[in-house]
Structure formats: C-alpha cells, structure tokens
C-alpha cells in the first residue's frame, strides 16, 4: 500500500512532480500525504491528514526546486495523523517508504537508549532515525545503506535524501515495489510507472534489497556492496488508461471498457481457432490437479476458474484464499500447479503464496494484469490479462480478464483432451465475436440498475444467493457492493440459506439471486421460492426465461444466453452496475472506498 514519488533533475518544478505523481498514486493509500523537498539549500517538509488535494492546499506550487520526495500513506503503524505521516525527518535523513518494518520495535528501543526521541508512532521514522545514526558514523551514504539493509526485516521501499548529499536521491528496496523512471538531465522514483507516465516511459525495475544512488544525470544501482547492471525498460501502457476521459469515475469507465478488455483478451488465443488456443498457452496437460491462488476479488475470479476447468476439462481444481494459503499446510503434490491471479502483481500474501510454491517445487503460473511487477517475474510461466491500467480501488475489468484467461485455459485443456465437440467449439467462437456487443447492451441498462440501487438503499443488509459458478459470482458481487457501497452484505451457496442464514429474511430483505447454471438452475430457483416465501425482495439476475410469476421475485434483469464458458462475462456486469449506482446514490467516495487501497503490498 502507500505511494511514494521522488525526482532529481534541472528539467522540472520538482514541487509539482511530486504533487502531481502523489495524484495518480493517491490509489494506493489516502489517508494522509506528505512531500520533502530542497528549499534554498534547506529540506523542508509539508505534510498533512487526508488526500492530497488536503496537502496541496498547504502548498506553494511555484517554489524552484530540484530534489524531493512525497508520499501518499495507507496506516499501518498508528492512525492517520498528520504526525504519521511521511516523510520523516531524523538529523540529517528524510525518508518516505512504504511496506512494513518487522523489526521496528527493538530498533526503535535501541535507538531511544542512544537519544533519540520519536514523534510518531510509525516503524518509517525508527528507518530514518536508524539511517541516520549509522550516517553519522560511516559518512558515506551507500555503505551506511548497505548496514542498514542487513538491519531491517519486512517489507520496505525507500525513497531518502540526505542533508549532506542534496543533488542525489538514495533509494532501498525489499518486497515492496519500486522503480526508477530514466530521463535525459532528470530521472525519478515511484511506487508504480502511473505516477511518472507523463514525464517518462523509461523505467528501471528494482529486486529485492536492490539500492541505488540516483542524481539528474545517472542511475547507480547497488547489490551487496556492488554495482550492477540493469535493464530500462520501455512501459507500453496507454497514457490515456490514467484519465477519466469524461467518466464520473474510473470504476465506471473501466467498467465500459469490459468490451474491449475481452477482446484484447481473448483475440490472441483465439484468431486462428484451436490451433492459436494451443500454441500461445503452455502444455498443462500434464498436471494432475490445479491449485488457484489470489486474494479477493482475484480469488472469485479463481472460483469461476475452477467451475470451467473443473467442467470443460476434467481436472481438479481447488481454489485458496493467499493469506490462509501461506500459513498452513499446504499438500501440494508434485503433479500440481500452483496458479497465481492477481491484478497489481504486488499482492503480499499472493506473492508469499507463490514463492512457497515455488519453494516445494511446484510449476507456477501467474495470471497478472501488470507487467513486469513481481508475481509476473517471479511466476515460472506468465500469462498477462489485457485489461490496462486499472485506476479504481474496486476491480472490474481485471476482474473480467482474469475470468476470460481461466475460461481460457479450460478451453485449451478441454481440445487437448478431445473433451470438446467440433459443434460446442463454433458455438463458443461464434459467441466470442458477440459478446463485446452483449457487455455494452447491458452496461447501457443503467435505469434498471438504479431503479434496484433506489429499492435496495435504505437497507443495512443484502444477500447474493447462487449455486455452483453462480455462487461464485454471487461473492463477487457482494464484495463489490460491501466494498464502495458500504451496504452490509453477503454472498450464500443458495442451498446452504436454511441451514442458518435464512432466519436474517425479513419482510423486503433484498435478495440478488443469479440463476444462469443450466444444471442447477432449478434447484436456485426453489431456494429463490424459500426467501420470497418469507419475505424478501428478490431480484434475480438470470439468462432464463422465468415465469413472470410474482411469487418468485420483484425484479428481473435478463441477460443474454451465451455457452457457459464466457457467460460470467455478462453475469458480473449486473453485480457491478448495482454496486456503482447503489455507491453513488449514497454518495460514496467510489473510486477510493475508505480504508482501502489499491495495491495490498503487506500482509
Ligand atoms: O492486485 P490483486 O488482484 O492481487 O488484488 C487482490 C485484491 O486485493 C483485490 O481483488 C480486491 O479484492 C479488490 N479491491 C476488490 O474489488
């Protein structure tokens, strides 16, 4: 979590880079913000509670300056005061950093017994005061890094300018993202390339306990006490994926482009049939089952994965959540592999899951939307989501990639294993080629999703109720709606409601039930006739052609019928538009919920 930027160069008002870079990192964590910058030979430091537009208020725009760092923070260590945030200042040392020093506490001890006096709570001003006192005696600052990266354990990027050295920015880094945007006469560090989009799209990307010596001329990168080569790379994003271009929100614009998503990510694998389905994807053939593992939304995903590979292909899937994942016993088995889904490609625990993988043994593959980050390096084998730059805290069209990717892979196990007839296979190609047409149409139903958002308002709780991929889909959907709305909800395996939840029904409790599993279907709709029985408001969201039968539900939004595979491509468009005008009519803050923030980079 958190967002840090830093600049050193003659090119630009450093002041505005870091304000600017803060804005388009203000995903990863807003609750405070802080920026260090040169001042007529000074570092002065301005912070202050809240987003950035709080910090900018406080700020001459104008000053000249041509070092600095700034942060965007998301709380681990005490709450969200301006105290607490960074940067933090120690003698000679300013730092910013994100992640979390494990250690902190001893340090901080030791460091009070040698005098110095802490004014926040945080483990990040324990980083600079340590930084410092080693400073003091080493005089040099990339050995005074190098002890210090043996002392600290956990997570941490650092961005640190030094009182002695100010045409240089210094930088450590350890299982939370970094890179250093390269530019003529300037160059950067930021937590993610967004930040720094429109000044460069060349970037370095940073291992673990990587540091580096940074001035507006070079890049001097630095691995146990040594420099090392590195690679620049060229970011391939469309600039245009970090605006709003006219949407209210990004979460809404992202959702528009779920049309366009599938195709980018469908269209390699499919534009010469089978024959590119087998060619671009690895042989999984000889896996004997299939562990998915991912966090939140990235997990249902998983879930609509294990319905298609588990249905189309034959092959056991079983899905698990990265932070229960990572500790307990684990069973993988030789023959396994261990996929991985997540959109940042930063996820602690999803990252956490892996390497245990890996560790055992274990073939990996990760399925990542954002190139070059970790996961996707770390993973054995990498195939991307095409969904682009996803801006808004609350997943959408990554969500909807990493659906198609799965869908996907089942496809290609299924023609490997002869499991498919030639007939389902033009039927499922044929409705490729519809189904961007199918998203828009139901993305442009937005009356129908607020008239339910209206009805659904003055409630504090909502269930989503479905069977088999419906169910999983059910858990999107209500994660969505908790997630921006703010509404109380949760999702059931319709058939499990009476074994408890089923007492919480009360006269127009809402109900969203999705009914499109041709196999179970019927089954959904008794459990549907159990809570309308009761009481409920049910709504369903389905692709059958239900009675109009007022004693099965209120409302119905109808969805196009598909074959099975890509269907949950236009289920999910529903539970999203819900969740968005359910948010909206409530006046949430949609793009970044509180306490949340886009990238989960610890544990
Ligand atoms: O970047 P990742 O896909 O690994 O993120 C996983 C979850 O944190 C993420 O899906 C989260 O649940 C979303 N905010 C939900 O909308």
């Known amino acids: 979590m958190c967002g840090i930027v830093g600049y050193v160069?003659?090119?630009?008002?450093?002041?505005?880079?870091?304000?600017?870079?803060?804005?388009?990192?203000?995903?990863?964590?807003?609750?405070?913000?802080?920026?260090a910058f040169l001042n007529n030979d000074n570092i002065d430091v301005v912070k202050e509670k809240g987003k950035i537009v709080n910090l900018k208020s406080k700020i001459d725009l104008n000053i000249n300056s041509n070092l600095g760092i700034g942060?965007?923070?998301w709380a681990t260590h005490g709450n969200?005061?301006?105290?607490?945030?960074?940067?933090?200042?120690?003698?000679a040392i300013t730092v910013v950093h994100n992640g979390i020093v494990e250690n902190y506490n001893e340090l901080k001890k030791d460091l009070i017994n040698k005098g110095y006096v802490f004014n926040s709570e945080t483990d990040t001003e324990v980083v600079a005061a340590l930084i410092d006192y080693i400073y003091k005696k080493e005089k040099d600052m990339l050995k005074t890094i190098q002890k210090v990266k043996e002392l600290l354990t956990g997570s941490y990027a650092l961005g640190i300018i030094c009182d002695d050295n100010l045409d240089t920015l210094y930088t450590l880094k350890n299982k939370s993202p970094l890179i250093i945007g390269v530019n003529e006469n300037e160059n950067y560090i930021a937590s993610d390339v967004p930040a720094i989009l429109d000044k460069t799209r060349n970037y370095i990307v940073l291992e673990d306990k990587d540091y580096a010596s940074i001035k507006s001329d070079g890049v001097k990168i630095y691995h146990d006490g040594k420099e090392k080569d590195f690679e620049v790379k060229e970011f391939l994003y469309d600039a245009n994926s970090v605006d709003k271009q006219g949407y209210e929100h990004f979460m809404l614009k992202e959702m528009n482009e779920q049309p366009e998503v599938f195709k980018n990510t469908t269209t390699p694998y499919l534009k010469n049939g089978i024959d590119s389905l087998i060619e671009k994807m690895p042989d999984f053939t000889k896996y004997e089952r299939i562990r998915i593992v991912a966090c939140g939304s990235a997990t249902h995903a998983g879930l609509v994965g294990k319905c298609m590979i588990e249905k189309y292909a034959n092959v056991e899937v079983m899905v698990e959540t990265a932070s229960e994942f990572r500790y307990k016993k684990q069973f993988l088995k030789n023959d396994e592999l261990v996929i991985v889904v997540s959109q940042s490609g930063e996820t602690a625990d999803t990252l956490e899951a892996l390497l245990i993988a890996k560790q055992n043994g274990n073939d990996t593959l990760g399925i990542v939307n954002a190139k070059g980050s970790t996961i996707a390096r770390e993973s054995k084998m990498v195939l991307y989501t095409e969904a682009g730059q996803e801006i808004a805290v609350a997943t959408t069209k990554a969500y909807s990639a990493q659906v198609a990717l799965l869908s996907l892979i089942a496809l290609n196990l299924s023609c490997k294993k002869n499991l498919i007839d030639k007939k389902e296979m033009l039927d499922i190609l044929r409705d490729v080629k519809k189904l961007p047409d199918y998203i828009e149409e139901l993305l442009n139903r937005r009356d129908e999703y607020k008239k339910i958002a209206e009805e659904i308002k003055d409630y504090n709780d909502v269930f989503f109720i479905g069977r088999g991929v419906d169910y999983a889909l059910a858990q999107e959907g209500s994660l969505k709606l908790k997630e921006i709305s703010y509404t109380h909800s949760e999702a059931y395996a319709a058939g499990e409601l009476k074994h408890g939840t089923i007492s919480l029904i009360e006269d127009k409790t809402p109900v969203i039930a999705v009914i499109t599993d041709d196999d179970i279907a019927l089954k959904t709709i008794s459990n549907v006739k159990e809570v309308k029985s009761r009481g409920a408001n049910v709504i369903c969201i389905t692709n059958k052609n239900l009675s109009n039968d007022s004693n099965l539900y209120d409302k119905k939004i109808v969805i196009p019928k598909v074959n099975d595979?890509?269907?949950?491509?236009?289920?999910?468009?529903?539970?999203?538009?819900?969740?968005?005008?359910?948010?909206?009519?409530?006046?949430?803050?949609?793009?970044?919920?509180?306490?949340?923030?886009?990238?989960?980079?610890?544990?």
């Open 565 to 603: 595979l890509f269907e949950p491509l236009l289920t999910v468009i529903p539970l999203q538009m819900i969740a968005y005008e359910l948010a909206k009519l409530k006046e949430c803050s949609i793009d970044k919920p509180r306490n949340l923030a886009k990238s989960v980079t610890v544990e």
């Open 71 to 73: 942060h965007t923070r």
């Open 80 to 91: 969200a005061t301006k105290e607490n945030a960074h940067p933090h200042k120690v003698g």
């Open 9 to 35: 160069g003659n090119k630009e008002n450093c002041v505005r880079v870091l304000i600017d870079g803060l804005e388009k990192l203000e995903y990863r964590g807003y609750d405070s913000a802080g920026i």
